[in-house]
């Protein structure tokens, strides 16, 4: 299986999982245009996509959703209340949605798909663990890390977790002290000292690839959150990568050697 991250922060949400025999794309927070550009990068059109996730509806996750459909006739999965709030927005998705049951694994080609919860502003919001052969496993947009978030990270190859902000830089930045508030709150996003904290957890448990993705571009740097994360994975044998805001980053999914007791 092949990760590639087409586009991962506020600006943006959008990668692309191929293996298994199918294509998928969880989000569309990029527009058709650039989608399209990306796509051939990998030897790939919007046809070759045989499914969309959506983890939840805000913009920067839908926002090239709408056009999408128009170019292709590829079907949508959400659960229900995340579903029902993206054909409000885009109601074109109203007849391509599949509606998923969190916490139900369902097939998309030979890739076997299960959705958890993660705690954000929005009335359901979800991760994604993909299984053929390896495991792939993503969540972002979370104000803290729950159990139902663990078991849906630890034991996949290659995870992506937020690390979002740095606090420090949060808390004396410009943002409107609301906004501070909503950020840092439980359902808000996942700071960098958090990520690096569940970064570890997952490296011990036998975690291959960890990238940090979905960094703020006011309120955070890479290598910033790389030095986070770093200092809570020395020692471990992992290899840590940080996500594009745009761009492409590759990634093979394979199989990870699990840590000797």
Request: some cysteine.
């Amino acid at each position: 299986m092949t990760l590639t991250v087409f586009a991962s922060g506020s600006g943006g949400n959008c990668l692309l999982l191929s293996g298994g025999g199918a294509s998928i794309l969880i989000d569309v927070g990029i527009s058709t245009r650039r989608l399209t550009g990306l796509l051939a990068s990998c030897g790939l059109s919007l046809q070759d996509i045989d499914g969309v996730l959506i983890t939840h509806e805000h913009s920067d996750h839908i926002s090239g959703l709408k056009t999408l459909l128009k170019h292709t006739h590829c079907p949508v999965y959400a659960p229900r209340t995340v579903g029902a709030h993206v054909c409000g927005l885009v109601p074109d998705c109203c007849e391509r949605l599949s509606v998923i049951t969190v916490g139900e694994t369902f097939p998309i080609g030979r890739m076997r798909v299960l959705a958890f919860h993660t705690p954000h502003d929005t009335p359901e919001s979800v991760g994604y663990r993909v299984e053929s052969g390896a495991v792939f496993a993503i969540a972002t947009d979370m104000g803290c890390v729950t159990e139902e978030i663990r078991q849906g990270l630890l034991g996949a190859d290659t995870v992506l977790i937020e690390s979002n902000h740095d606090e420090n830089m949060l808390r004396f930045g410009p943002y409107p002290v609301p906004l501070k508030r909503r950020i840092l709150s439980d359902h808000g996003h996942l700071s960098n000292a958090n990520c690096a904290a569940l970064a570890g957890e997952l490296a011990r448990s036998g975690t291959g690839t960890i990238i940090l993705g979905h960094l703020s571009r006011e309120n955070n740097r890479p290598d910033i959150a790389r030095a986070a994360a770093e200092e809570a994975l020395a020692g471990l044998p992992v290899r840590l990568l940080c996500a594009p805001e745009l761009g492409c980053l590759e990634v093979k999914v394979e199989r990870a050697c699990l840590p000797s007791d």
